[in-house]
């Protein structure tokens, strides 16, 4: 696993030229659209000019491909799974970018004393202090007899249910896991997502999978790899306090992997250990079900 990292962090510096070539693309949509105008007021005088017909042809090459690589940008950031294919609409997706990164920025924060913060350096320090506040230090590891937690469990493994959970991983399940990932998944620390993996699967799959099962065989984990970025979200339209907001947690694909390997080997026996009561995030049950059953006895 540690050359696989190694490896992707020595690709960052060869994305950055490739983006500093490439430039700002919303730009070179523009300037590929002012050379296409300049051709056709060229074109116009001359309507027969073999040259002028070739160059404005090439010109509306350009534009497109500018403009097809501008909204794929576009629709990444954007987070609208939902606009597959269709015409382009860059344009919405533009409001879309605008929307989210407006959204996400705390301008002002309220304390619980009422205080209203506006610099940024102590909107920073007030999620800090409601983060260590809530989530306290590190604890200490504490041994826990598993002997006292057996007259509460609802179903004990058998032993070949045992049996299956650990059995050896193999190629096709991480591979499996890794393109069950939505590529528009907002990616870690390390900056790629799950989309790179899967464009780039016949190169890097081999050492990719071979990383993964490393892990399981040795149980190691490389800090790089384990790091998470927390992103804040906001609950409501405008809020005010730091508790409204929803912090969620951007792993690395080569977690996302790891992780996903392990949910698809309990889901067969999740529906055997958690209570019938409990719908959320189970397979085939709901959570509107208990919803619905409150109201009903309310009513």
């Given at each position: 696993m540690y050359a696989v990292t190694r490896k992707l962090k020595a690709l960052k510096p060869i994305f950055r030229a490739q983006r500093q070539r490439k430039g700002d693309l919303s730009n070179n949509v523009s300037l590929a659209a002012g050379f296409l105008e300049t051709a056709q007021l060229l074109l116009a005088r001359d309507r027969h000019c073999s040259t002028l017909l070739h160059l404005?042809?090439?010109?509306?090459?350009?534009?497109?491909?500018?403009?097809?690589?501008?909204?794929?940008?576009?629709?990444?950031?954007?987070?609208?799974a939902w606009m597959k294919d269709g015409d382009q609409c860059s344009r919405l997706f533009l409001r879309k970018v605008a929307k989210r990164r407006s959204s996400k920025r705390a301008f002002q924060i309220m304390t619980p004393d009422g205080q209203t913060l506006i610099n940024q350096p102590a909107v920073i320090n007030e999620f800090i202090r409601y983060y260590q506040e809530l989530l306290g230090g590190r604890s200490r590891d504490r041994f826990i007899d598993l002997r006292h937690l057996r007259p509460w469990?609802?179903?004990?493994?058998?032993?070949?249910?045992?049996?299956?959970?650990?059995?050896?991983?193999?190629?096709?399940?991480?591979?499996?896991?890794?393109?069950?990932?939505?590529?528009?998944?907002?990616?870690?620390?390390?900056?790629?997502?799950?989309?790179?993996?899967?464009?780039?699967?016949?190169?890097i799959g081999e050492e990719v999978t071979q990383a993964i099962l490393d892990f399981f065989q040795t149980g190691r984990l490389l800090k790089q790899v384990n790091a998470t970025l927390l992103s804040l979200i906001p609950k409501v339209s405008n809020p005010a306090v730091v508790a409204e907001f929803r912090p969620i947690s951007c792993c690395n694909v080569l977690y996302k992997v790891i992780t996903k390997i392990l949910v698809l080997r309990m889901r067969g026996i999740?529906?055997?250990?958690?209570?019938?009561?409990?719908?959320?995030?189970?397979?085939?049950?709901?959570?509107?079900d208990n919803i619905l059953l409150a109201q009903e006895l309310f009513s």
């Open positions: 404005e042809f090439c010109c509306k090459l350009v534009l497109q491909r500018a403009s097809c690589l501008e909204q794929s940008m576009l629709q990444q950031r954007s987070k609208m469990a609802r179903h004990i493994l058998t032993e070949a249910e045992a049996d299956a959970l650990v059995l050896p991983v193999s190629s096709e399940e991480v591979k499996q896991a890794l393109f069950d990932i939505d590529e528009s998944k907002a990616p870690g620390l390390d900056g790629y997502s799950a989309g790179f993996f899967k464009a780039a699967w016949p190169v999740l529906d055997t250990l958690i209570s019938p009561s409990q719908n959320a995030f189970v397979p085939g049950r709901a959570i509107g």
